[in-house]
């Protein structure tokens, strides 16, 4: 078994975590799941399986993020969701790269995968032209030719995550986490993945936070 820490953010997400923490069991004997006090049976069914279970400070996903990288066992890092979208056979992909120190960071491409699984709530059009313009922006800052920075299927390694001092505890942190790591030099690297559609659960951004995540991605810009 591979040497790599899966860390789950969750809020109430009881309805599928069973079937997340069992899918992805193979891969790692280091299973984390990060609560943002949930009111469902998330914890029971975490402790049941044998996963690590800890809470967040209830300040968002960023911060789950955050919590879950300081109890990982191991270096290498991976971000994997618990609404069912994620296809669990990739984890190998981004930990090999991660693991062989082909990349720095690696992010899942749902542009190369085939899918980019949107709804047509406000929220999904506003996170699909969102990512579309952060692409489009950084392409053009950085000089790179990434396709999809905002797929939250991710890893990189501790010290590359401690080294970016990431400020953003919501959702704005899977945009920091790209940009901070190309101006500091790190490599930043895709695979193909396809994204599913969420399996169970409502999406946990809102049109609120879909508006500052826009205005997040100009700010980055201008920096």
Not at 29 to 35: A, L, R
Not at 64 to 86: C, E, N, P, R, T
Not at 105 to 118: E, L, N
């Amino acid at each position: 078994m591979k040497k790599f820490s899966i860390i789950i953010p969750t809020r109430n997400e009881g309805e599928g975590i069973e079937r997340i923490i069992r899918s992805v069991m193979r891969y790692s004997d280091d299973i984390i799941v990060v609560d943002g006090h949930s009111k469902d049976k998330t914890k029971e069914i975490a402790h049941k399986l044998g996963a690590k279970f800890y809470l967040d400070h209830g300040l968002g996903k960023g911060d789950a993020m955050k919590v879950g990288m300081q109890k990982a066992k191991y270096d290498i890092l991976i971000y994997f969701d618990a609404d069912g979208s994620h296809d669990e056979k990739d984890i190998s992909k981004i930990a090999s790269l991660l693991l062989s120190k082909k990349a720095d960071f690696v992010m899942g491409s749902r542009r190369t995968g085939g899918s980019f699984d949107v709804s047509m709530s406000f929220q999904g059009i506003i996170r699909s032209a969102g990512c579309d313009l952060l692409v489009m922006l950084i392409n053009h800052k950085f000089q790179t030719k990434l396709t999809d920075v905002l797929y939250s299927f991710r890893g990189t390694r501790k010290d590359i995550f401690r080294s970016l001092q990431l400020k953003d505890n919501g959702f704005g942190i899977e945009q920091e986490m790209v940009v901070s790591c190309l101006k500091k030099g790190f490599l930043v690297s895709e695979i193909p993945s396809r994204e599913k559609a969420r399996g169970w659960g409502e999406s946990k951004l809102s049109t609120i936070s879909g508006v500052k995540f826009l205005w997040n991605i100009l700010l980055e810009y201008i920096k």
